[in-house]
């Protein structure tokens, strides 16, 4: 790349001349980008950052997503995020929930859409959690003919084939308010 234009894991300076500052880490012997941008120099602190390109809005520890259910594993579901605390993301990160300690057959099934909270980001990888009332499947369709279901306690029956199916639902299960949003 450019002097300009560093990519993640590139050097940017030496310590002896500047610290990190954002989207920067020090390595022991120099500080390297952790962003694709440009570097920024703040020559009265002694940092140096990268002005990332294009920013990616990343989920926060506590923030609410809501977002669609892109695999269901025995003890964890991944949820591709849609939405961060109401707000249209397009940044198509996604977080995993553990789910072994909830008693429950299904969880969520693929392409359900869940609420969940960000409850940690370790080493790059997003944690969430259903485990509050207001948290879990908000929408479904039936897992044997795809019609239209509805809640029945715990549980969703089909309305056209009578399967009932049970998963983790929100209270807020079968409300569309989160649907009209851009």
Request: with cysteine; glycine share 8%; hydrophobic share 35%.
């Amino acid at each position: 790349m450019t002097n300009n234009g560093k990519i993640p894991g590139e050097k940017i300076a030496e310590l002896e001349e500047y610290l990190p500052g954002e989207h920067a880490f020090d390595d022991g012997q120099v500080v390297r980008s952790t962003a694709i941008g440009s570097i920024e120099l703040d020559n009265n602190e002694r940092l140096v950052s990268i002005k990332p390109n294009k920013s990616v809005a990343m989920p926060d520890v506590g923030d609410i997503i809501i977002g669609v259910v892109e695999a269901n594993l025995p003890s964890m579901i991944a949820i591709s995020i849609k939405y961060v605390n109401g707000k249209k993301t397009k940044s198509e990160v996604e977080c995993v929930c553990v789910t072994r300690h909830i008693r429950k057959k299904n969880i969520a099934l693929a392409q359900d859409i869940v609420r969940a909270e960000i409850i940690s980001r370790i080493n790059g990888t997003i944690h969430g959690s259903i485990d509050s009332p207001e948290l879990g499947v908000l929408f479904t369709k039936c897992r044997k003919c795809f019609g239209t279901v509805v809640k029945m306690r715990d549980a969703v029956k089909c309305k056209d084939c009578g399967w009932i199916d049970d998963r983790k639902l929100s209270i807020d299960f079968g409300k569309s308010e989160f649907l009209n949003q851009n």
